[in-house]
């Protein structure tokens, strides 16, 4: 893989992520490029979600670095901010001007529907994948009780969980 390779998906996916990228991201990196697996994919994003920062931009550092060292990494996360960055430059000039108005209001209350919706739907398609043991759906259930229901800090009901889920992946290896 080639770091043009890299940029070009990942601006693909910056420029066409409205609304979030995180259902677009897996639909590039598994099911177009074949960089990574369903598993593979899982992994890494579960990782960069527990990192400080935004989630794809650490997808995507993380990914390039993977195949193409730190520079990898650098030109996987240009492509994925150029075409976002330039856009909302233009985006925020016009809301400047027309905050006020309801009808612009009513259209983010609805864009924000739709992105609840867009990342309900990537939860479940990854969930479908989650090998069929007990012990880890009832830490997929823990965990989002924990984050949505408990609304505790993210990095709290990591560190609850993970030795947990630790300790369930080693108990399949063996």
């Known amino acids: 893989m080639r770091r043009l390779d890299l940029f070009l998906g990942f601006f693909k996916?910056?420029?066409?992520?409205?609304?979030?990228?995180?259902?677009?991201?897996?639909?590039?990196?598994?099911?177009?490029?074949?960089?990574?697996?369903?598993?593979?994919?899982?992994?890494?994003?579960?990782?960069?979600?527990?990192l400080?920062?935004?989630?794809?931009?650490?997808?995507?550092?993380?990914?390039?670095?993977?195949?193409?060292?730190?520079?990898?990494?650098?030109?996987?996360?240009?492509?994925l901010l150029t075409a976002p960055l330039a856009l909302l430059l233009g985006v925020a000039s016009l809301f400047a001007a027309f905050a006020h108005n309801s009808d612009v209001r009513?259209?983010?209350f609805g864009a924000a529907a739709a992105a609840a919706g867009l990342a309900l739907g990537t939860a479940l398609k990854m969930l479908k994948n989650l090998p069929r043991d007990a012990g880890m759906w009832g830490l997929a259930g823990a965990a989002f009780v924990a984050v949505a229901v408990a609304r505790l800090p993210l990095p709290l009901a990591l560190a609850a969980l993970a030795p947990a889920s630790w300790l369930l992946q080693g108990r399949g290896r063996s």
């Open 106 to 108: 009513a259209a983010l």
């Open 52 to 79: 400080p920062g935004a989630n794809t931009c650490n997808f995507a550092l993380m990914l390039g670095d993977r195949f193409c060292g730190p520079t990898g990494g650098l030109a996987a996360l240009a492509g």
């Open 13 to 50: 996916l910056g420029a066409l992520g409205f609304g979030g990228v995180g259902p677009l991201t897996r639909r590039i990196v598994v099911e177009e490029r074949r960089w990574l697996d369903e598993a593979e994919f899982a992994a890494l994003l579960g990782l960069c979600q527990a």
